[in-house]
């Protein structure tokens, strides 16, 4: 049985038909080194957020089903047209939805998680010499209903696949030629990583780096899938991703992260804050919503850090949770316009010099700071989103991440 490969090409790296043709270059040099190739694509470029966009001209409460019907389709026009392109190059190929690929999914529509693979179909194929061509970002729940797994998801069906198949490697070919200590759009200094751990890059990716998506990493962490991060216009060998986490240096700090579009609900006055904390997180989890719940015990405050897209939602939870036991307190507030900015790296919260450094450093760069938490691997400061590039620049400058200093260090 030959070696099997997953590449996986976002949005931007088939963003045009001129784009899927070169991509369909690479998919041919990897399958010429005699690799079964599976392939994995976003739709091209922005059409997912057009689609969303569609939607908001018709709906403010669109029906999950429907939503993911309709998200489904941006990478099913992807996946034919890089079919189409490797058939014109002589290379024999099919494409795949989701479904047909075999991915099955729990029924948490519009963020489902992959529960289980079929690989059948796509292993009859690869033994017939065909390149498989699956759409990323979907699969279908056990009643029928096409499902999407979440915004950036077709990193999970790279490496739910790669683990299934137990490929060799999975190579997520992307607009960056690597994983950074910092999103390099945004913090001009930051600086390529060319070997991670999965733990790191979860940590990493769990708390904003949206490089990779973080149940990606865990599906490849899983089955022990190396995960590669590469540019899809430049050779280079990009970041690897495998085993298990190195003790830091001098600095356990390994970057900084953040997230723009953060929304704060403000639950004042809880009777039961412990046991309301549960019972809101237990909600949250089984509705895949990401929620950073902090207590601020003193006041009796429980605090809630949410995506955006999510508030709605959390509201209704809330409201459909008012009779409970435990959920007594006295007002909501909300607010939106924040951002998060954390500090990553292994046991930084047993560190307590780091978020002293953290707080000083936002201090005296006038930063203002609506909320400070920590968790084992990451230390979040809750700031304005017109304040949070700068924040990220500073934070990364004075943690010793920038470019100019690791290559100092590393001679
Ligand atoms: P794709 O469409 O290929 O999945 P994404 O936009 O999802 O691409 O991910 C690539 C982007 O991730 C980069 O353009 C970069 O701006 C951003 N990014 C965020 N954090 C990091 C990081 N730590 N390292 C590299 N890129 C990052
Ligand atoms: N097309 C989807 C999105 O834009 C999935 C992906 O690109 O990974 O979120
Ligand atoms: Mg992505």
């Not at 990897?30 to 392939?39: A, C, F, S």
């Not at 190195?246 to 639950?267: A, H, M, W, Y």
């Amino acid at each position: 049985m030959s070696t099997v490969v997953v590449q996986k090409f976002g949005g931007t790296s088939v963003g045009s038909t001129e784009r899927i043709k070169r991509m369909a270059d690479r998919v041919i040099q990897e399958k010429k080194k005699g690799h079964d190739v599976v392939v994995v694509v976003s739709a091209m470029g922005k059409t997912t957020d057009a689609l969303v966009k569609m939607v908001g001209d018709i709906t403010s409460e669109p029906s999950k089903r429907e939503m993911d019907m309709l998200l489904s389709t941006g990478e099913q026009v992807t996946i034919s047209l890089l079919t189409m392109a490797l058939h014109q190059q002589g290379v024999e190929a099919i494409s795949f939805t989701g479904w047909q690929a075999g991915i099955q999914t729990d029924s948490v529509l519009g963020n489902a998680h992959v529960q289980s693979i079929d690989t059948k179909r796509i292993r009859n194929e690869l033994d017939n010499g065909q390149v498989v061509v699956v759409a990323g970002f979907q699969g279908m729940t056990e009643d029928g209903n096409i499902s999407t797994l979440g915004r950036g998801g077709s990193d999970i069906t790279a490496a739910a696949l790669a683990s299934a198949l137990q490929a060799d490697r999975c190579e997520i070919y992307t607009d960056v030629d690597g994983v950074y200590t910092s999103d390099p759009r945004f913090v001009p200094k930051a600086s390529k990583i060319t070997s991670l751990s999965y733990e790191d890059m979860q940590n990493l990716a769990i708390m904003g780096a949206g490089v990779l998506h973080p149940r990606a990493v865990k599906h490849a962490k899983k089955f022990g899938v190396p995960l590669i991060v590469k540019s899809s216009f430049e050779n280079g060998r990009g970041t690897m991703i495998h085993g298990k986490a190195k003790q830091n240096g001098s600095t356990p700090v390994i970057g900084i992260t953040f997230e723009e579009d953060i929304n704060r609900i403000e639950l004042f006055d809880c009777e039961d804050i412990e046991g309301l904390k549960k019972a809101l997180m237990c909600e949250l989890a089984s509705r895949h919503i990401q929620a950073d719940v902090y207590k601020q015990s003193c006041r009796n405050i429980l605090s809630l850090l949410i995506k955006k897209n999510d508030h709605q939602e959390v509201l209704s939870i809330l409201n459909e949770g008012k009779d409970k036991e435990n959920w007594v307190y006295s007002r909501i507030e909300g607010k939106s316009g924040l951002s998060k900015v954390s500090a990553i790296g292994q046991n930084i919260k047993s560190q307590p010099i780091i978020k002293m450094n953290m707080c000083k450093i936002l201090l005296e760069n006038a930063i203002r700071v609506k909320l400070v938490g920590e968790s084992a691997i990451s230390i979040t400061a809750v700031v304005e989103k017109s304040q949070v590039q700068l924040a990220a620049e500073r934070l990364h400058t004075g943690f010793g991440l920038d470019y100019e200093v690791v290559m100092k260090a590393s001679v």
